[in-house]
């Protein structure tokens, strides 16, 4: 592979770059129907993929498309000295996982709060943790921790005064 001066990669041919590599995969999972948005932020290319059947590219609680944002953001970055953070979307999920996960973290703490019981989640991303614990907070009587290693890693949410 040819060595590229760092001094000449434009924020232009990044965006490219991910774009391509975004395409190739979409079409090896069989998605030729599909429409990309794509925005810059300070130091962030966002896409937003949306068309029939994208579905399957995000995978059990978003893991899949966590994956392929994992595989874009090396590719983007193995040449470059500023860091650029690639985000993609795919139909909105992210912003309807956050809800939801809020909602869940709500949920729980309002129970937790009501009975004293401690509630052990399934194991979670450590942005969806933080969606939890971000929730939870909102409830004085009631807080949250992260216990486990690894993808095992899951949060607990219990009365305040007691602790695990």
């Known amino acids: 592979m040819k060595n590229i001066n ?5 924020e ?8 391509n590599y975004l395409v190739n ?9 599909i429409i990309i948005d794509k925005k810059i932020k300070e130091d962030s290319i966002i896409f937003d993929v949306r068309g029939d059947d994208v579905g399957r590219i995000i995978g059990k609680r978003g893991s899949v498309l966590d994956a392929i ?5 090396l590719v983007v970055n193995r040449d470059v000295t500023k860091y650029f953070k690639v985000k993609i979307n795919v139909c909105e999920y992210r912003e309807k996982r956050e809800k939801a996960l809020n909602l869940l973290g709500k949920k729980i703490a309002s129970r937790v709060e009501k009975t004293g019981e401690p509630y052990k989640l399934e194991a979670m991303t450590a942005y969806d ?3 939890i614990h971000l929730a939870v907070g909102d409830f004085a009587g009631v807080k949250s ?3 486990g290693n690894g993808v095992n890693r899951h949060v607990v949410v219990m009365s305040a005064d007691k602790s695990l």
């Open 6 to 10: 760092q001094n000449y990669i434009t």
């Open 12 to 19: 232009t041919h990044l965006v490219d770059t991910a774009c």
């Open 25 to 33: 995969i979409l079409k090896a999972f069989g998605s030729d129907d």
């Open 69 to 73: 944002q994992y595989l874009i953001n």
């Open 129 to 131: 943790r933080r969606i």
């Open 145 to 147: 921790i992260s216990e």
